[in-house]
Each structure stands twice: as structure tokens, then as C-alpha cells.
């Protein structure tokens, strides 16, 4: 029986090589949170392979333009997919050379178009994405789904972020961080994620973006401690084995 | 301008390189009714005349509201002119919907100049006959902006075009260099002052022109007539007419303004009725 599909359709078996249906080579949780100046954002540098910690050294934050910082979590081809997608938007910007430029919320709003556009193609992008930024003095922080579920708020975190990060940023965070504060907050954040989250990497780099620009720090890990008592001999006291 | 053998088509050069037929569309709008517009630093005043065809019919509409920021006002073809608003309006929105932001005024009037364009340079079209006004704001502030039918577009302080528009235009190249720190009121009054102009002698009434003002906080909207014939009546009180007759003038212009569907003749001094 003939598939009913159309031609150009993405349903059906043999179209599913052509669309996403899984991930392959995936970021873990994006943090960030707005302080006195701008935005602050934490990502490791890793990209797993399914369970394997195989890539050390992949850079999940991106400046956008002069206004703009984004985060990815998720499938990494896919994010250097949309970081073609704004850079070419942020060229066809720059090259009206008019004094007017596109700040966070409206690069917020064009991916929040383009993952929901992609969603209902069936063909996600899979990433959740963070943008964060100010123009004007207005600072934005904002997160975009792969089904194109998107909020702003003050602190946002992405997968295993959002459960263990943003707890402690609920009760931690405030206005008008300092940048110190907010670097402390979010590693405490990156920490707690180090510990409990098996696809975290000890190599993180923080980003801040202000009125001045974006920087991002160099590649760098935190202190651990494991010397917890009940970590020897975890097996003394243990009833029967499996 | 006389007929020649260059000019049965657009895409058919003169041997002095002149395109006649994108010049005969800018005669169009030189036979369509006025239209002004000035700017402040924070501002953007239109106005425009409205004349009805007949006693019976309503006068046709020659300022759109593009988006809550822009706003246009035609002269020339009044159908070409709609189906640009139409065409910007779709724009906007658009982009609205896209970034959650509003269209830069600049970058529209580029996009609307290129429209024309194309229509300039294809053998099965003609160039639209209508000049645009577009007034609206963006990050670097109020501007105005005239679009011509040749696809060319220039930014002013203050502009008039359609017939008899040269007399608003000295009234405003006497002026402008003082709009740019005007307050909204006195720019709308400028505006009226300058279609006054235009009508050469013609009394100057709510009904035969339309007024709309687009600023910073200040959505693009029409006034709308009443508010109108009081900026009119504050300057009118001065003219030749003595004290009981400007009374009467007054009230009737009123009445006027207040039952007008447009259909209203010109009266002067006419005995109201209820």
C-alpha cells in the first residue's frame, strides 16, 4: 500500500533519515542569572556521547551581535546550525548600517520563531537555549526550548539546571548582584550540577555580557571534596548484595 | 511634457536618460490634493487635504495608520496608495510577530523604495502613482520620510507634496529650523497652518482636512475633527471677520464639524440651523 504522505513530508519510514529523531552529541545544563551590570552565564565544556564524556573542550556560550550572549544546551551540531542561522541575521542587521540594531529581546523572539517552527515540522532543532543581555540599560535573560516553550525571568537553567540550580538561585539570587556575587552564585550552581549530574565535566567557563561587551572567561574547574566520610567504605553496614 | 516616441514604456530609455513614464507617475502625484508633514525632535505631525468629489459623497481616505509607530500619508492614485499601506502594514506586523519589536520606520521606507523600484524596471508594469509621506519613529528618534514613485526616498523635517503644495513648502522652509525643539502643540498647529496654505483662501475648516500626529509615547492616531476645529478656531479668531460675525462663524464651523459626514459645502458665515 502506498505511503498517503505527500512527497516532501518528514512522517513516515523513509523519512526518517531525514529529521531529527535523537540526539548525538549533547551539552549539559546552561546557567544564568542578571546582576548589576548585565548577564553572567555558567556552561561546562562538555559534549557527551550518549554516556561517554567524549568531548572536553566544546564552547556552549556564543556572543550574538554586540547586544547578546546565548547558551545551549542539547544536540551541539544543532547549535552551530543556529549559530549560522544568527550569524546571517545579525549580517543582514549589521549591513543596514543604520543606527539600529537587534538586541536580546528580539534574538530571544527569532529563535523562540525558529525552534517552534521546526517543532512543528516534526524536524526539532534539540537544544535549549539561554539569551541573555542588555541594550540600553535594559538587561534580558531569556530560554527558548526545542519545542519552543520560552519565558524571561531573572535566573533560567537548562535541563539538569533547572532542578538543581535553580532552587538555590530562587533562594540566593537578588537584585543588583554584585559581579563577584553573582560569579559565587553560579559557582555554587555549576558545583552542585558537577556533583549530582553524571554528564557534567570539571571545565567550565563563565560569560558576562554588559553594556561594554561580552567576555567569557578562560576554561577552568572548581574545587571538589570527596573525603565525605560515609564515601569510605561505602559497602561497611550494607544488608546482603545483589 | 510633451508626448514623445521614449515614452509608451517604462523600461524604454530617452537619449537624454530620462524615463519618461516614472516621470509622468510623478505628474500623478502632483495632481493629487496636498499633503505635508514636519517633525520635531520627538514628533511627527501629517496632514492632509480632503476634498469630496461631490456635495453627496464622502471625501477619500489619505492617511493610514501603518503601525503604532508609522503612519503615511498619500497623494496621487489613492488605490496605488492603499495597496502600499497595505504592503507596509503587512511588514510591521510582520516583524512584530518575528522579534517582539517594531519595525525601524527607516528600514520600511528602504523596503517600500525598493518596491517601487522593481516597477521601474519590468516591461509589464507601471511605477505606482502615489508619493508617500511616512512619519514614524524608531531608536534614533522621529522622522519623515517622502517616497517617491521612481523608488527614490529622502528624509525631511518637513515636506508637502500634491497640488498647490508649493505654497506650503515656503511656508515650512521659512520655519523648519525651528521644529526640531517644537513642542508636539505648536507642530500640529504648524502642520494646520501649512494645509491653510494650500487652500489659497479657501476658509479653513475641520472637514476639509485630516490631522494625525505619531510622537514618543504617543501611538500614530487621526485627530479627530472636533479637536481639530478648536486648534483652527484658536488662530482663526484673528481673521478679517469682526467680533459678532467670528462668533457666528465660529459655531456654524462647529455645527459643521460635529454633523459633517463629509458632504458639507463651503459656507463662510452661514446662519446655523439645528
Not at chain 1, 533519515?17 to 548585565?38: E, F, I, M
Request: proline residues 3%.
Amino acid at each position: 500500500m502506498a505511503s498517503k504522505q505527500p512527497e516532501n513530508s518528514l512522517l513516515g519510514p523513509e523519512a526518517d533519515s531525514q529529521r531529527t529523531l535523537y540526539p548525538n552529541v549533547t551539552g549539559t545544563s546552561v546557567v544564568a542569572l542578571k546582576y548589576k551590570d548585565g548577564i553572567l552565564m555558567a556552561a561546562d565544556m562538555g559534549g557527551s556521547y550518549g554516556s561517554t564524556l567524549r568531548y572536553k573542550n566544546v564552547e556552549r556560550m556564543k556572543a550574538i551581535g554586540k547586544h547578546s550572549l546565548l547558551g545551549a544546551s542539547g544536540e551541539i551540531s544543532d547549535f552551530q546550525e543556529i549559530l549560522r542561522y544568527l550569524d546571517d541575521l545579525i549580517l543582514y542587521d549589521n549591513m543596514w548600517d543604520d543606527g539600529n540594531s537587534l538586541g536580546p529581546k528580539e534574538v530571544h523572539n527569532y529563535l523562540t520563531r525558529l525552534m517552534y517552527n521546526r517543532r512543528n515540522k516534526f524536524n526539532p532543532l534539540w537544544n535549549s537555549l539561554v539569551l541573555g543581555g542588555i541594550k540600553n540599560g535594559e538587561k534580558y535573560l531569556g530560554t527558548v526550548s526545542m519545542i519552543g516553550v520560552n519565558f524571561e525571568d531573572d535566573h533560567v537553567a537548562t535541563g539538569f539546571g533547572n532542578h538543581l540550580a535553580r532552587p538555590i538561585l530562587r533562594q540566593e539570587w537578588h537584585e543588583n548582584l554584585s559581579f563577584e556575587d553573582g560569579v559565587r552564585l553560579l559557582e555554587k550552581c555549576m558545583r552542585v550540577l558537577l556533583y549530582r549530574d553524571r554528564s557534567a565535566i570539571n571545565k567550565l567557563q563563565i560569560a558576562k555580557i554588559t553594556e561594554e561587551g561580552m567576555t567569557i572567561s578562560q576554561p577552568y574547574s572548581l574545587k571538589t571534596y570527596w573525603e565525605f566520610s560515609a564515601f569510605e567504605n561505602p559497602t561497611q553496614g550494607a544488608v546482603g548484595s545483589w | 511634457m510633451f508626448r514623445n516616441q521614449y515614452d509608451t514604456d517604462v523600461t524604454t530609455w530617452s537619449p537624454a536618460g530620462r524615463l519618461f513614464q516614472v516621470e509622468y507617475a510623478m505628474e500623478a502625484v502632483k495632481q493629487g490634493s496636498a499633503a505635508i508633514g514636519l517633525r520635531s525632535k520627538t514628533h511627527v505631525v501629517l496632514g492632509c487635504v480632503n476634498k469630496a468629489n461631490s456635495e453627496l459623497s464622502s471625501h477619500q481616505k489619505k492617511i493610514f495608520k501603518v503601525d503604532d509607530h508609522i503612519g503615511v500619508a498619500i497623494a496621487g492614485l489613492t488605490a496605488d496608495g492603499r495597496v502600499l499601506s497595505r504592503y507596509m502594514r503587512n511588514e510591521c506586523i510582520n516583524y512584530s510577530f518575528t522579534y517582539e519589536s517594531p519595525l525601524p520606520v527607516g528600514r520600511l521606507v528602504v523596503q517600500l523604495a525598493d518596491k517601487a523600484q522593481v516597477c521601474t524596471q519590468r516591461s509589464w508594469k507601471r511605477p505606482y502613482g502615489v508619493g508617500l509621506l511616512v512619519a514614524g519613529l524608531d531608536e534614533s528618534g522621529a522622522h519623515l520620510y517622502y517616497n517617491c514613485p521612481s523608488g527614490n526616498y529622502f528624509e525631511y523635517q518637513a515636506f508637502a507634496i500634491g497640488s498647490r503644495s508649493q505654497a506650503a513648502k515656503t511656508y515650512l522652509e521659512r520655519r523648519f529650523e525651528n521644529f526640531t525643539d517644537s513642542s508636539r502643540d505648536d507642530l500640529v498647529k504648524d502642520a494646520i497652518m501649512a494645509i491653510r496654505e494650500t487652500l489659497q483662501g479657501e476658509t479653513l475648516k475641520s472637514s476639509i482636512c485630516t490631522i494625525a500626529v505619531v510622537g514618543v509615547g504617543e501611538p500614530f492616531h487621526i485627530l479627530d475633527q472636533g479637536t481639530v476645529q478648536q486648534i483652527i478656531d484658536t488662530f482663526e479668531i484673528v481673521a478679517e471677520q469682526e467680533g459678532p460675525d467670528a462668533a457666528i462663524g465660529q459655531e456654524a464651523a462647529a455645527e459643521g464639524a460635529a454633523a459633517d459626514q463629509g458632504g458639507s459645502t463651503d459656507e463662510g458665515v452661514a446662519p446655523m440651523e439645528s
